[in-house]
């Protein structure tokens, strides 16, 4: 953040020799001060969030004070002053609205105080918050209140992507940790940065750049306490989602959420601490997750009683600030998180997965870092940090599942038994180093400059263990064949016990100058270099029941160098910093976790046709030729038959935006966006050796319609199903290589925005906006068979509307409201061809099953999803300190708009995944000191 601006006379002279001095609780020093130019022009840079006074100072005039200014993360704030003639003694004090239009910075999005959200607003606590606050992010997990877990991290879609591992940069006061974190604890922090487009060269990724401020200390002690308790008081489950294989939705037994902060100083002015604490306790039925399948014994019936399992959180943060001296300081800070759920899974659906079948899990987050920041000259600064990010993840089976062998049921989609691809640890590992160094020469090529250069390392390395399980290190598929339901089909074996070790290196530099050109133009210029190296080091395996003991050399699969150049110009219109117009032109590298792809030593199953020969339902040895090139064989993931791509380049995007800002009154700002997003080097992963052209043998099939049975009034017309030729069965024609998609086959993707913002003044603040994103998004990304071909292209409309706001009024009384709504999901019809043909056509003899999209993408379509939470609160004032009581309400229409479902012909076609959680009632209480 910074402040600048321009002194003059009243006659609109500069006024160079002006002292300037800037005054905050949130410095660690008593003051910071600086001169005019000769061109009355100052500036200061790199300073924390918070609440400033400024003093302008000159022999022979009035000294000004403005007063009350809230600065922002990452705000470039101008202030300008003045000065009228008379003594420097007589002061003249200004208490204004901050500006809320930043006409220098082109970087796009929102800063969100957290305490306006803990006070004010309905929310949770959590990035999913954030992302129903922020124009162009709409959640798609972790939103719902009381989930915790795997299902809980924050995940959400950010105009038109899909936030990801390794597209989106969070971080901590500047520090980059792994994406998708839960930690630090949102209430930990003062505000939350998120800039959504627009970034410049400091940013890699092309996703939302999130920076998460953690509170600080202070030379007066200060901290907080609180806690709720949520209730529901009825359910929204109705008759046509139970028509829709729905048979429980979300039901809380009890969510207490609880914690407290403190800051403070161990010496003034010199060291400061802060530190918190959060703990969450739930039990809650997730919507779809059914204990057993109740007294008929059959899943899927609208019997099954819901499960409840336990899901408890704790979350930790501490920070000291060493202010060593005027010019030097020395941050540590560390967070740590542990969340434990009785029963979860990852990206699946509870509908299709039974209690018994879902994993017990145990996810440790955390956070560490080390900053040293100086400013050995006036203009000259620099920042330094290092530091770890990473998790332990374990999984582990029900007891109650038996040790039944995992299965799947094509027709009824039903998973059972233990599930072995839910059972091991992970560990995630990221080492990160950065540093930069920012100057502000007093002249330099034209105009005023700010000089940054900057220097980032990551070392991301994964551990994803996989030990023998006890219910067997296979998974088996069943299918209706002949009218027969539940008969064998295949297996997938395991190659456990797996302990794979691999490295992707990432290595960045890059310039940026924020160049002014007179008093309304800026550019924003950068350039940005990307270097990654990907490898597997040497390691073996040990033997298990379905792989052999083996030792594999290390494999270098390859190091990428690639330029990112970024270009933005804020242009203020009318001179008097109320109206600008930005427009940015961003190239951004995308990271490819592409190293565990060729780890022969990683995780992998191989798939065979499956003979029961006793027809127990379980695997037994003889009934599978485990020839890789055998009869039986149909495909295989193993990093064996991976094969390196010397000329695979790395996939990036570019990003163009257009926008309009407008100051229509103090404190209040409309803003309009037009954005394109095109991605480029997309890459995908494509068996070579069994080329498109293999699949030359054409089977005319029926179209069953959407019940999935022939011979009834929804059939549709015919269809082409392609099999490939018997040369080319067996491992030896496996060969997956990464490649870059085809000419004409990118993604891309437009929206357009507006948006409305009034901040905080006057008891009120309100924010809305409105955005639509038109997709050009391929379904496949390579066409690796002519069955691929079947309505590939996705070009739909999604659009989101928001709505956060809140209001006091007299005696303290709070309200707030939170307004997330959101296009229903769309998807598209598929059907699960056979390998026999019910009309007696030629059977598919080299695949067991095939998949065709049978239907445009969109053709499927819910409603939309409305979210409206409020609150409503009293502040009590206690000698100093301050009591607060809320209540809130969530999901206050009982909406069960449905979020999620499947369109697989069959019996269950359209079945109901997700809806939204029903009406909760939360209290809420919090003291501040």
Not at 258 to 265: L, S, T
Not at 860 to 870: D, G, K, M, R, Y
Request: proline content about 5%.
């Amino acid at each position: 953040s910074s402040i600048d601006g321009t002194v003059t006379d009243q006659t609109g002279g500069a006024l160079p020799g002006v002292t300037v001095t800037i005054a905050s609780q949130a410095l660690q020093v008593a003051q910071l001060t600086t001169v005019t130019d000769a061109e009355g022009r100052y500036r200061v840079i790199d300073l924390p969030r918070g609440t400033y006074q400024i003093r302008f100072e000159l022999q022979g005039f009035k000294s000004l004070i403005r007063d009350g200014l809230v600065l922002s993360a990452g705000f470039a704030m101008r202030v300008d002053a003045p000065l009228a003639v008379g003594g420097v003694e007589e002061n003249v004090t200004v208490s204004a609205a901050s500006p809320i239009v930043d006409v220098t910075t082109t970087r796009g999005g929102q800063t969100i105080s957290t305490d306006l959200l803990t006070t004010a607003l309905p929310g949770n606590k959590t990035v999913a918050d954030l992302v129903s606050m922020t124009a162009g992010l709409t959640n798609t997990a972790g939103q719902d209140p009381g989930t915790l877990g795997q299902n809980a991290r924050p995940r959400f879609n950010m105009y038109g992507i899909d936030s990801g591992n390794t597209n989106m940069t969070m971080m901590i006061d500047g520090f980059q940790i792994i994406a998708n974190n839960p930690v630090p604890d949102v209430g930990a922090t003062a505000e939350v940065d998120m800039k959504t487009f627009g970034n410049g060269a400091e940013v890699k990724e092309i996703g939302v750049a999130m920076n998460m401020i953690l509170k600080s200390g202070g030379n007066r002690f200060h901290g907080s306490l609180s806690g709720s308790d949520s209730r529901q008081p009825s359910g929204n489950l109705t008759d046509a989602l139970r028509a829709r294989n729905l048979a429980v939705g979300s039901s809380i037994k009890y969510f207490d959420d609880f914690g407290g902060d403190v800051g403070g100083r161990i010496l003034p002015d010199k060291l400061w601490f802060f530190g918190a604490a959060r703990g969450r306790r739930s039990q809650i039925s997730q919507t779809g997750l059914v204990l057993n399948p109740g007294p008929d014994g059959v899943y899927l019936t609208g019997d099954e009683p819901a499960a409840f399992p336990t899901l408890n959180a704790s979350n930790l943060v501490g920070k000291l600030s060493y202010q060593m001296t005027p010019k030097y300081q020395l941050v540590v800070a560390a967070s740590r998180d542990q969340n434990k759920s009785e029963a979860d899974i990852q990206n699946q659906s509870y509908v299709f997965t039974p209690f018994n079948s879902t994993s017990v899990f145990d996810w440790e987050p955390r956070n560490a870092k080390m900053e040293l920041r100086g400013t050995p000259a006036s203009k000259l600064l620099f920042d330094v940090q290092f530091g770890r990010s990473g998790y332990d993840l374990n999984r582990d089976i029900q007891a109650g599942c038996g040790l039944a062998p995992s299965t799947f049921d094509n027709a009824t989609q039903l998973f059972g038994g233990c599930r072995f691809n839910q059972y091991g640890d992970s560990k995630y590992v990221m080492w990160i180093a950065d540093a930069n160094v920012t100057a502000v020469p007093t002249s330099f090529l034209g105009g005023r400059h700010e000089l940054k250069v900057g220097y980032h390392l990551s070392g991301r390395h994964t551990d994803a263990i996989r030990p023998q399980s006890p219910a067997g290190d296979y998974h088996l598929t069943f299918d209706t064949i002949a009218s027969v339901p539940h008969q064998p089909l295949q297996i997938a074996v395991s190659n456990a016990p797996a302990d794979p070790k691999d490295w992707d290196m990432v290595y960045s530099a890059y310039f940026a100058d924020q160049w002014r050109v007179g008093g309304r133009l800026t550019f924003n210029l950068g350039l940005r270099y990307d270097r990654q190296h990907s490898f597997v080091p040497a390691q073996s395996q040990a033997a298990g029941v379905f792989a052999a003991a083996a030792t594999f050399p290390r494999v270098e699969v390859g190091t990428w160098n690639d330029l990112a150049p970024r270009a933005a110009v804020a242009w203020d219109v009318t001179g008097n910093g109320k109206t600008v117009l930005k427009s940015t032109y961003g190239w951004f590298n995308t990271e490819l976790d592409i190293a565990p792809t060729f780890n022969r030593a990683a995780s992998y199953t191989t798939t065979y046709r499956w003979h029961d020969l006793n027809r127990n339902n379980v695997y037994d040895p003889g009934e599978v030729n485990l020839d890789l090139n055998g009869p039986d064989f149909l495909s295989t993931t193993s990093g064996a038959n991976a094969i390196l791509n010397p000329d695979l380049k790395l996939p990036h995007v570019q990003e163009l935006t257009t926008s309009l800002e407008r100051e229509v009154r103090s404190g209040t700002a409309v803003r309009a966006l037009y954005m394109l997003r095109r991605l480029g080097n997309d890459s995908a992963s494509v068996n070579v050796l069994r080329p498109f052209s293999a699949f030359d043998i054409a089977l005319n099939r029926k179209d069953p319609g959407r019940d999935g049975v022939l011979g009834t009034a929804d059939d549709g017309g015919v269809v082409t199903v392609y099999d490939f030729e018997p040369a080319y069965a067996g491992s030896r024609f496996v060969g997956n290589e990464t490649i870059n998609r085809p000419g004409g086959r990118n993604d891309y993707y437009q929206s357009v925005e507006g948006a409305f913002s009034q901040r905080l003044a006057q008891k009120w603040s309100l924010q809305v906006s409105y955005t639509a994103t038109k997709y050009h998004r391929w379904i496949v990304s390579v066409a690796q068979s002519p069955n691929d071909d079947y309505f590939p292209l996705d070009t739909s409309w999604r659009w989101s509307s928001k709505i956060n706001g809140n209001y006091t009024f007299p005696h303290d009384v709070l309200v707030g409201a939170i307004v997330d709504i959101v296009n229903g999901p769309l998807g598209q019809r598929t059907y699960v061809f056979r390998a026999a043909d019910p009309l007696g056509g030629p059977a598919l003899r080299q695949q067991t099953t095939v998949t065709l999209r049978l239907d445009p993408f969109g053709t499927e379509q819910e409603s939309f999803v409305p979210s409206l939470n409020i609150r409503i609160g009293k502040k009590f004032k206690l000698a100093g300190n301050s009591l607060e009581l809320s209540l809130d309400a969530l999901n206050v229409a009982n909406s069960s708009a449905i979020r999620a479902a499947a369109y697989v012909s069959g019996p269950t076609y359209g079945t109901v995944s997700d809806i939204l959680p029903p009406r909760q009632l939360r209290t809420g209480v919090r003291f501040m000191f």
